[in-house]
């Protein structure tokens, strides 16, 4: 069987994931829709700074490979992270850059002109791409110019300033279905379904729901929640990684890259608590590089959730911080400023702008922010070729990998249900999923796992559409009903909160923006970096008021033209939900593995937690439940993570398999 | 795993800033029009500043708060924002009377004493929305027109692209972050508003897409568009409408050297235009 002309695909998203998604399908010749907030070029990717993972010629001839790549993420997300999926990704990765630099993407060029790399967290080995530190814009540009080129050949056509209100979702249990979308063209206010054989969420994560985070406006995470309330799954929630170096404003955190310390960048406070001296006055010995002190192996460049509780240990524990303020230096001043504006002319750019100092010369003060979401839309594969009879165990530089990178290992390629939630029919790619990262995201990968998504698993989506969308359900064919159901929904949502604006009254109690405001505070104390049992049920009981307040929540314009407050109070509501859903997984993860790290269980429990925390939404009384499911570690044993600690007793968890 | 204490949970992510400043307000009068062919009017929003503050934490505020300075309650004011960190191009608007992303502005450098005045407009040479937020599609469209892309034979593996001399790529790369703002085309005379779809073609299509065409031409497989794109740049709307005004570089938020690009852009109409002249290619 193959597909029909009138067959289309729904993507929503036009972030790295979106675009990539775009193009492959695109390029099958199956027509595409393509639904984003914003200008597909302005969405969130476009933030990105320090680079794309991947291993390359030089690496391999310094012991390094796609399996060390692979091993890394799979150890820097704790074990957390699905196995097969990541060897693909690991192992696709270099036909990716590849692919980048055909496109035209300035990446960083050697005096010979070959690709520049640098040195990223979580590895030892130089493995990142980059386009001086704006790398995210660079390939969003590049992604987005050929999404263009089949816009202009009719294959996509671009819904821009339209918001993804809810799946259509055709049959029950079982048999059910995604076939469209219902979605809102924020200029008109217009709410309209449209018909699709597959729909691909790329909508990217859900920093807004901490209130400042690194994230653009748009990453409130509404539309995942709509899905998850829809009935899709959502996976590890808990799992928030906290960025360890950005700079704090009133309306955002803006982030400093890894790629600082990849750099050459180093973390210190002075040696004396709450020294005033300028830090150019303050000499080499009375420096603390607690870093490089503590991990001599990756020194500033362990994982993040590594160095933000750091951070927090010497700003809040010992009060080590700088001035006696939960901050520290990260400093670059001891590099030429020249190659710093090659290799870094973004964020310096960024840091003069905001903070009104030159870090080429003053070393930057830096906090700890959210940034990313490993959890997200539960999403599953088919296994590759590889399957060992048991793990492997730990991989040594240079010597012999267990299996090569031929393309199929990981994941069966083109398998319809690669990356497709729970719901037959929709996938999620990008953030907004929950594969690859584990419990916490080695920096420069999320680049590489969102275009992974869309150009591997596009291909799935495409063959699903052709193969096993059988006629009589093809969206063309369905009945109008089932689609009108969900835009009466909808517009219902809409009309009782235009009709909430006539009832006046400036109280804050039900101020949409005054309740996001204290969602985000309430999740940035209770969820983020330290983690204990009573403040997480303290959370969820606030929680609970906050969703009171909202469903009393009055707007303040009752336009019927461009209400841009109307989408935002709409994703409030979305947004506290999936913040319960955050909390209640925080409390019943009672162990500490990667980002999550809990006050009352320190150590990792693999008996049991090695395990997907996934949660499933009941409709019908507003509640949450939350299922454990097997991690796939076929292909290695977990071991202790421990980075090479040096200290009294440097790890304390106990691992149940970690003899390998 | 370090000793992390419970009771100081909270205090991290948000750093506390020692010395609150000095509590101050700052005045914001907003050009505000409800929506396409309504009429504008002004208003204004007493805002308090906090640290850090910029024109979108004002706007912000403002939104949660929308009370004029008589103490009249109006809806929030309606403006495009994205990253808010300068590179997605969304927050272009016309402050004081310069067009810039205000993201970048902020209030302690811009405005720094008590009760300074800021005044908010849409830009002129787009189509408004609502109040701040205007409709950039025709730059788009034009990006679409010179075909700014380059022509890859898809996107399964084919090895690397071109090796790049490093100068060349740094050059590339400072054409490569624009990011559509439009600011250069707001702010140049000979870029007018047109708001209908069928005059686009015929109109100038500005500072910014010469600049990216430049950009693609420069590229060993963009390369092969070259003479499509000089085409439709040494037509109507094309190279020949630029007056050398400068206005462009001067706001490019990036610093994009607009002018050199308009330069090698019009050169390269030339040439090509003799070379058709001559050989009726
Ligand atoms: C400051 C910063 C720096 C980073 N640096 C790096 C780095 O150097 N390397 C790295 O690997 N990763 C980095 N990351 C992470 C990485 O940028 C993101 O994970 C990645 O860009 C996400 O891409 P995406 O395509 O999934 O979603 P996004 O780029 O967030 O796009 C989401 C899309 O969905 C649309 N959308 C959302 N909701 C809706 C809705 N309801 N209706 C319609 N459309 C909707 C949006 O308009 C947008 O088009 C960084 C992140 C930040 C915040
Ligand atoms: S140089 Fe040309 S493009 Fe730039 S402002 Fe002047 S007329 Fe406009
Ligand atoms: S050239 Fe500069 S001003 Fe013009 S759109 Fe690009 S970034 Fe904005
Ligand atoms: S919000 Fe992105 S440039 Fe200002």
């Known amino acids: ?660 | 795993m370090t000793n992390l204490s419970e009771e100081k949970t909270t205090p991290m992510i948000a750093p506390n800033t020692p010395e609150p400043a000095k509590s101050r307000t700052v005045r914001f009068r907003i050009k505000r029009t409800d929506g396409p062919g309504k009429n504008s009017r002004w208003e204004s929003f007493d805002v308090p500043v906090e640290p850090g503050a910029n024109v979108i934490s004002c706007l912000q505020y403002i939104a949660a708060n929308p009370v004029t300075i008589e103490g009249k309650k109006t809806t929030p004011v309606v403006w495009d924002s994205g990253c808010l960190e300068e590179v997605c191009g969304a927050c272009s608007m016309v402050i004081n009377g310069r067009v810039r992303q205000s993201c970048s502005c902020l209030i302690d450098q811009y405005a720094p004493n008590d009760g300074d005045v800021i005044t908010l407009e849409p830009m002129t040479k787009f189509p408004v929305i609502r109040d701040l937020w205007v409709d950039r599609e025709r730059l788009f469209y034009h990006l679409r027109k010179i075909q700014a892309w380059v022509p890859i034979d898809g996107t399964y593996s084919r090895g690397p692209g071109p090796r790049e001399d490093p100068e060349h790529q740094q050059m590339r790369y400072k054409l490569s972050t624009c990011m559509s703002c439009g600011c250069c085309l707001e702010a140049c005379p000979q870029y007018t508003l047109e708001e209908h779809e069928e005059k686009w073609d015929e109109a100038f299509v500005g500072a910014a897409v010469l600049s990216q065409a430049r950009y693609f031409n420069e590229h060993e497989t963009g390369k092969r568009l070259k003479s499509l794109r000089l085409d439709v740049l040494s037509g109507p709307g094309g190279v020949n409408d630029c007056g050398n005004a400068q206005n462009c570089v001067k706001v490019c938020p990036k610093e994009i050297p607009l002018t050199e690009s308009i330069a090698a852009i019009g050169r390269s109409t030339t040439l090509h235009s003799i070379t058709k002249f001559f050989t009726g290619k």
């Open chain 1, 1 to 660: 069987m193959s597909g029909s002309a009138n067959q289309r695909i729904a993507i929503v998203g036009g972030g790295l994931a979106g675009l990539a998604a775009a193009v492959r399908i695109a390029e099958s010749g199956m027509h595409a829709d393509l639904f984003s907030l914003v200008p597909v070029k302005r969405s969130h990717s476009v933030c990105a700074q320090g680079g794309i993972n991947a291993c390359n010629d030089i690496a391999r001839q310094q012991g390094y490979s796609e399996y060390e790549h692979f091993d890394e993420t799979i150890y820097g997300g704790d074990y957390l992270g699905d196995q097969h999926p990541v060897l693909e990704m690991a192992n696709w990765a270099p036909r990716i850059i590849d692919l980048l630099d055909r496109m035209g993407v300035p990446f960083n060029r050697t005096s010979e002109g070959f690709r520049d790399l640098r040195l990223f967290g979580g590895s030892l080995f130089k493995r990142t791409h980059f386009s001086g530190a704006t790398t995210g814009q660079q390939l969003l540009y590049a992604l987005d110019e050929q999404v263009r080129r089949y816009e202009a050949e009719g294959l996509v056509k671009k819904y821009e300033f339209w918001e993804f209100l809810w799946p259509v979702i055709d049959g029950e249990g079982e048999n059910s279905r995604c076939v469209g979308i219902v979605a809102q063209d924020l200029r008109t206010m217009q709410i309209r379904s449209f018909r699709a054989d597959a729909v691909v969420m790329a909508t990217g994560g859900p920093g807004l729901v901490f209130g400042k985070s690194t994230n653009s406006v748009m990453c409130n995470g509404g539309a995942a929640s709509r899905c998850y309330q829809a009935g899709a799954w959502y996976a590890n929630p808990e799992m928030i990684q906290v960025h360890p170096t950005a700079i704090p404003g009133a309306d955002k955190c803006r982030l400093m890259s890894e790629s600082a310390r990849g750099e050459g960048g180093r973390v210190w406070v002075p040696r004396k608590p709450g020294d005033s001296r300028k830090p150019s006055q303050i000499p080499e010995t009375e420096r603390w590089y607690f870093l490089e002190e503590k991990y001599p192996k990756y020194g500033n460049l362990v994982p993040r959730d590594i160095a933000t509780r750091e951070i927090f240990d010497v700003c809040v524990n010992q009060g080590m911080g700088v001035g006696g303020g939960n901050m520290v230096y990260l400093d670059l001043t001891h590099k030429d400023p020249e190659y710093l504006t090659t290799k870094l002319g973004g964020i310096m750019e960024i840091y003069e702008k905001f903070v009104g100092e030159d870090p080429r010369y003053t070393p930057m003060k830096i906090f700890p922010a959210v940034h990313y979401s490993m959890g997200g839309l539960w999403t599953t594969f088919t296994k590759g070729s590889y399957n060992p009879e048991t793990p492997y165990g730990s991989h040594k530089s240079g010597t012999a990998t267990p299996i090569d990178s031929e393309p199929g290992r990981g994941m069966a390629i083109g398998a319809t249900n690669n990356a497709m939630t729970n719901i037959p029919g929709l996938y999620a790619f990008g953030e907004v999923n929950f594969a690859y990262h584990g419990a916490t995201r080695l920096g420069a990968n999320a680049l590489l796992s969102c275009i992974f998504d869309g150009l591997f698993c596009g291909l799935g989506v495409v063959n699903y559409v052709k193969d096993e969308v059988t006629p009589e359900h093809r969206a063309e064919n369905l009945h109008a009903s089932i689609y009108d159901r969900v835009v009466k929904q909808e517009q219902d949502k809409v009309d009782r909160l235009v009709q909430s604006a006539s009832q006046g009254g400036s109280d804050p109690q039900t101020n949409p923006y005054q309740i996001a405001r204290e969602l985000g505070d309430e999740m940035t104390a209770a969820c983020t970096v330290v983690k204990t049992h009573d403040r997480l049920t303290k959370c969820i009981e606030n929680l609970r008021q906050l969703r009171d307040r909202y469903n009393r929540v009055r707007l303040s314009d009752d336009a019927i033209w461009t209400n841009q407050s109307l989408s935002f109070t709409r994703a409030t509501g979305d947004m506290i939900i999936l913040a319960e859903l955050i909390a209640l997984a925080s409390l019943e993860r009672k162990e500490s593995r990667g980002s999550h790290y809990r006050l009352d269980f320190p150590e990792r429990d693999d008996a049991n937690f090695l395990k997907t925390c996934t949660g499933e939404y009941d409709p019908a009384t507003g509640s949450h439940r939350i299922l454990w499911r097997e991690v796939d570690t076929s292909l290695v044993k977990p071991r202790a993570r421990t980075y090479g600690k040096v200290e009294a007793a440097p790890e304390k968890k106990t691992i149940a398999t970690a003899n390998a």
